[in-house]
């Protein structure tokens, strides 16, 4: 009996044990991220007004070819877009649709921009590694073969791909606004570590760099890409005055249509659904109200 009793106790405490532990494993899940995330701050993104902003918005082309074209002399030398084809620059509410050429594999303007793009290849006859015209068919061509080339050349920083930013961050496109124009002076107090920039706007922790009063610790982080868009570094072609924010605006647009390409598409049958189950629901009322008209309840 006193066996039963030690090995009823030892079961008991062990439970108790077990217990304990999951519930200090669950505390520590729900503690971690909030006390990571109470070390990243930052300043709220400017209100920025986008042309697909809304119910019944949609994308501007003139501002997404501009969009395209900053990303292609500027951003491209070091971020990938890996999950974009060169054809759906001219699939339907793309940069470069034209009616004429609802195929976007046959599209000129596809053929076009990807011709002007060398891709790595095979030689299907000799087996030689070879750079060949890009095709509409083709990926957006990566700056870089590998992580560790992308990260060899920016310090050990990796470039984050573009393909869906604008929906991984919080803020969307006007985060990207924000965040390329936002770069500013370290406020006197705040050291920068060589290589690195400060942007009030980039989620960080400056914490461990700032030597001014604790309660006045500096919002914002620091980020390994310098300031980009100074004015007029990209030539527009119809002529828009280039400035940074015009720059960064219109790129913003390009990442917010890549990042979500069939968004307009998307508005208009939301709103063909609408009008349907709007009709439908008068049709089913005054249908109900004929066939019950004489009926008793």
Request: proline share 9%.
């Amino acid at each position: 009996m006193s066996m039963l009793r030690k090995a009823s106790n030892a079961a008991t405490l062990s439970k108790r044990l077990s217990g304990a532990v999951l519930a200090a494993g669950v505390l520590a899940l729900a503690l971690t991220p909030a006390q990571a995330f109470a070390k990243t701050k930052a300043e709220e993104p400017a209100k920025v007004p986008f042309s697909f902003d809304g119910p019944f918005g949609r994308f501007d082309q003139a501002a997404l070819q501009r969009g395209y074209k900053v990303y292609a002399e500027v951003c491209s030398n070091c971020h990938s877009m890996n999950l974009i084809y060169y054809r759906n620059l001219a699939q339907k509410d793309g940069p470069f649709f034209d009616p004429k050429h609802p195929n976007p594999n046959d599209s000129p303007f596809a053929k076009a921009i990807a011709a002007d793009i060398k891709v790595p290849d095979i030689d299907s006859d000799t087996g030689d590694a070879i750079q060949r015209p890009a095709t509409p068919a083709d990926h957006f061509h990566a700056p870089f073969a590998n992580e560790a080339a992308a990260r060899g050349a920016n310090g050990g920083a990796l470039p984050p791909d573009l393909s869906v930013i604008a929906k991984a961050r919080e803020g969307g496109p006007a985060y990207l606004v924000s965040l390329l124009t936002g770069y500013k002076d370290p406020p006197a107090g705040l050291t920068v570590p060589d290589g690195k920039y400060y942007n009030p706007y980039f989620p960080g922790d400056v914490s461990s760099a700032w030597t001014g009063p604790k309660n006045k610790v500096p919002l914002g982080g620091f980020i390994s890409m310098p300031f980009q868009l100074i004015p007029d570094r990209v030539a527009f072609d119809d002529g828009t005055k280039s400035t940074s924010y015009q720059e960064a605006h219109d790129v913003a647009t390009f990442l917010a249509w890549a990042s979500d390409p069939k968004q307009t598409e998307r508005k208009q049958t939301g709103f063909a659904v609408m009008l349907y189950l709007l009709a439908f629901a008068i049709v089913m009322y005054f249908s109900y109200r004929r066939i019950w008209r004489n009926v008793a309840h």
